[in-house]
């Protein structure tokens, strides 16, 4: 269908949304030859402490389910 993205754009789409300060984003994903409705929302944000210093992170809540008409 129109608009259907892989994976690896379903990230990017992902991080892009993040960066605009969208809250949810929903669209559909093919991976191999399923096709998926995939919703992207904003989760909580708080600063972590990692090996490689102190960084803002922001949590993605992933929620899947098969697309309308399309065999699960």
């Known amino acids: ?3 259907t993205v892989d994976m690896v754009t379903a990230v990017m789409l992902g991080r892009s949304m993040m960066l605009l ?3 949810d984003l929903t669209f559909p994903l093919i991976d191999e030859e399923k096709l998926w409705q995939l919703r992207i929302r904003r989760g909580r944000s708080e600063r972590i402490q990692v ?3 102190r960084f803002d992170a922001t949590e ?3 929620e899947t389910q098969p697309a309308p008409g ?3």
């Open 60 to 62: 993605s809540l992933l």
């Open 21 to 23: 300060g969208e809250r």
């Open 51 to 53: 090996d490689a210093g």
């Open 70 to 72: 399309a065999d699960a």
């Open 1 to 3: 269908p129109e608009g």
